[in-house]
């Protein structure tokens, strides 16, 4: 398992890229699976406007996003309660909640290996 991470400033381009929606004419097998939305709802600007409004509730985090790309070999397959069980530990180290904490999970379809993309709002309904 390798994991990619990276920090930003901007919601909409991140969600709007885990939606895929800058492609228009993929496949339905190639369209993204959207696994989990936790505490976001709407369309790819409402859920971009909600998290936003949740991180400006702390002045200290200039970069709210956190994407993660989680991407296994090609030879590893994983079921889904495994898969699950890597989020949550995923959850566990960032100090994210379900409760506190918006994020959104997808699988993607664009590549040979089985890989997943996870966006978070790092400031939580806590203010932290």
Same mark, same amino acid.
């Given at each position: 398992?390798?994991?990619n991470v990276t920090t930003g400033t901007g919601f909409l381009g991140a969600i709007s890229y885990i939606h895929k929606e800058?492609?228009?004419? &993929? +496949? ?16 790819? /600007? ?5 998290? @936003?409004?949740?991180?400006? #509730?702390?002045? #200290?985090?200039? #970069? /709210?996003?956190?994407?993660? +790309?989680?991407? &296994? ?9 495994? @898969? ?13 909640? #379900? ?9 993607? &379809? ?16 806590? @203010?932290?």
């Amino acid at each position: 398992m390798i994991i990619n991470v990276t920090t930003g400033t901007g919601f909409l381009g991140a969600i709007s890229y885990i939606h895929k929606e800058h492609e228009k004419n &993929f +496949s339905e097998e190639k369209k993204p699976k959207i696994l989990e939305e936790n505490l976001v709802f709407g369309t790819v /600007p409402e859920q971009a406007y909600l998290m @936003r409004s949740i991180a400006l #509730r702390n002045a #200290r985090s200039s #970069r /709210p996003v956190l994407h993660l +790309s989680v991407s &296994f070999h090609k030879e590893e397959i994983i079921n889904e309660e495994t @898969r699950d069980v890597i989020f949550d530990k995923i959850l566990e180290e960032l100090g994210a909640t #379900r409760d506190n904490n918006q994020f959104i999970i997808a699988q993607h &379809f664009d590549a040979a290996h089985e890989h997943y993309h996870f966006l978070l709002n790092k400031v939580g309904f806590d @203010r932290s």
